[in-house]
């Protein structure tokens, strides 16, 4: 038997698009394209604040006194912050604690913007951390002190609890008792007596 030709009159089948798979057998969908870890994330001024534990109101004070800078502005008019300003806001509070002003922050800020030397700007950071670094050690030293003070108050009125209920208050000023006539009253007690 002859083989068999294509009939002419019969179109032939197109190779693309490829033929569709049976209902069922489709391949899976492609997982949708991850963000892009080149933008940074902006926060509303109400997520620096919950973040944060600040208020709306102090947020907005630092700006007006230059210590946070929004990255942006929305078409509506909402600040959005950039990451650092978490760490600004940090630094602040740093500061704070170690009995700076807000003014006095946004004046050494208003300096270090000042200079175009990074060096330069550095040193000046350098030197204003060492002589805070100096006040606090100071002041560790005077709370030392008075740690100290108070163990011994406290370890003075001690004693005073075997004085029956019904001691005249006027007779501690001159306690006859056998554990204060070893020492006098330390400052922070004797100060309170009346003058007899």
Known sequence: MPPR???PST??????PPPRPAPGLEPPAEPPAAPSSAEPELLRVGQIAERTGKTVRALRFYEELGL???????K????????SALLRIQWID??????FSLQDIRDFLSSLRELDSGPAAMD???TFYARKLLDTRQQISRLQALEAELKDSLSYLST???????TPKSTCRSCGEQAHRDAPAPALVAAVHEPA
């Open 76 to 83: 509506g008019g909402f600040r959005e912050y950039d990451e």
């Open 5 to 7: 030709t294509a009939d």
């Open 160 to 166: 005073c609890r075997v004085c029956a209920p019904e």
């Open 68 to 74: 946070l800078t929004p990255a942006q502005r929305t």
């Open 94 to 99: 740093r500061l704070q604690e170690l009995g």
């Open 124 to 126: 000046q950071l350098r």
């Open 11 to 16: 179109p032939a089948r197109p190779l693309w």
